[in-house]
T-cell receptor, first 112, second 112 residues
Framework: NAGVTQTPKFQVLKTGQSMTLQCAQD?????MYWYRQDPGMGLRLIYY???????DKGEVPNGYNVSRLNKREFSLRLESAAPSQTSVYFC???????????FGQGTRLTVV | RKEVEQDPGPFNVPEGATVAFNCTYS??????FFWYRQDCRKEPKLLMS???SGNEDGRFTAQLNRASQYISLLIRDSKLSDSATYLC?????????????FGKGTKLSVKP
């Protein structure tokens, strides 16, 4: 059982480059999330999708876009990467509002 | 007042010690509560949910005090393998957090 799978695990980008972080879950969960984690800041929500076809901004959405391609997949796109987007990115999913979230292994992104 | 607050630590304790973490939350309408564990450079993983009557899982005990709006985690007989960051997570209605709000975590280091 793979759970939540994120790709890539590591990435280095130059300022201004674009890239898409992929996330897929095989648990038939309705809700999916993208977080970033920085030292001393904890987990901050970028975007979330409560169900297939819907997306909503979180706490720090600027500079990012998302797509809920289907129930399984939720991608995060950086159109023009900036050094401030250097971070560890986690995708998560959960089945309903009162259950716990399951996380992917994270993507370590460095923007130079 | 931040939505979920935790003492960042670090808590440095010897093996066998008992250690307690507290977490406070600001929204009295919060509905579900969790403790997550995050190892260095890994994704957060659910340690235990927190129920109104309190609950225990082996050496770990979680308590909820709705009147004072705090949650606690007690670890008895600490092991070296308990060294990690412990995240308090609260599910609250509405807001920009997709309903799940993470504390910044409390770091625990168990020494031989």
């Amino acid at each position: 059982n793979a759970g939540v799978t994120q790709t890539p695990k590591f990435q280095v980008l130059k300022t201004g480059q674009s890239m898409t972080l992929q996330c897929a879950q095989d648990m038939n969960h309705n809700s999916m999330y993208w977080y970033r984690q920085d030292p001393g800041m904890g987990l901050r929500l970028i975007y979330y999708s409560a169900s297939e076809g819907t997306t909503d901004k979180g706490e720090v959405p600027n500079g990012y876009n998302v797509s809920r391609l289907n129930k399984r997949e939720f991608s995060l796109r950086l159109e023009s990467a900036a050094p401030s987007q250097t971070s560890v990115y986690f995708c998560a999913s959960r089945s309903s509002l009162n259950t716990e979230a399951f996380f992917g292994q994270g993507t370590r992104l460095t923007v130079v | 007042r931040k939505e979920v607050e935790q003492d960042p630590g670090p808590f440095n304790v010897p093996e066998g010690a008992t250690v307690a973490f507290n977490c406070t939350y600001s929204n009295s309408a919060s509905q579900s509560f969790f403790w997550y564990r995050q190892d260095c450079r890994k994704e957060p993983k659910l340690l235990m949910s927190v129920y109104s009557s309190g609950n225990e899982d082996g050496r770990f005990t979680a308590q909820l005090n709705r009147a004072s709006q705090y949650i606690s985690l007690l670890i008895r007989d600490s092991k070296l393998s308990d060294s990690a960051t412990y995240l308090c997570v609260v599910k609250s209605p509405g807001g920009s957090q997709g309903n799940l709000i993470f504390g910044k975590g409390t770091k625990l280091s168990v020494k031989p």
